[in-house]
């Protein structure tokens, strides 16, 4: 009889001590199922931050570039209409002949009056790229700061540069438009004193031939990098 309740006694502790076990397991599983949930969303919480972090600075970054490649296409067809209309101007002022005086000084008028809405809204464009380029930096690593610095400063310098040729080609057709055919003299010259505006044409003139050495000088240093992580 006694033997009897021993052993049902083990049995019974033997049960209570498997039914603990069992139950401490399930405890423990879901409380590890609990940690191991709370840490999913934590770092899916992270990874989406991080993802949408990326997408917003390549956003920014590709229209940044975008309205920088514009500025610059703009300034480069502001250029070459400059640069012809200052050739036309000088060939225009040395000519001999009435008829081609004539064709030089029309074509010097028609290429500083292309030139300058090319500068216009080049200008725009560098100040536009600026600001993109000013959130860029609300988005990027640490690794970037450096460059996208860079990228405004250089945007700085290029609304600077359209600027300074906007008003060169508006004093070029100032002169060109002046000049006039001397029949006594058989040459070019002018109807009125454009003395003060030959001395702010000059000056501007000089303003850019310093800039566009800052300008490059960016140029290259931008260039120097090549170190863009592929995750962006």
Known sequence: MAREFDRNMFVMLFAIMIGAIVITYFAADLIGSGKIQDLTSQYEGEISSVKSENENFTSSFIKSTVILDQAREDRAFGNYHFDLGLIWYQSALAERNITYFKQYKQR???????????????????????EYFNQTIAFASKNYLEVLDLYVKLTESGAKLTTLRYDASRYLLYLIENLTWDPINNNATFLENVSEIMVLFAGVMAEYQAEIGNYEDIQDEIDEYEFFEEIR
């Not at 725009?124 to 600026?130: A, T």
């Open 108 to 130: 010097g008028i028609d290429n500083c009056t292309n030139a300058m809405p090319k500068y216009y809204y080049s200008h725009l464009n560098f100040d536009d790229s600026k």
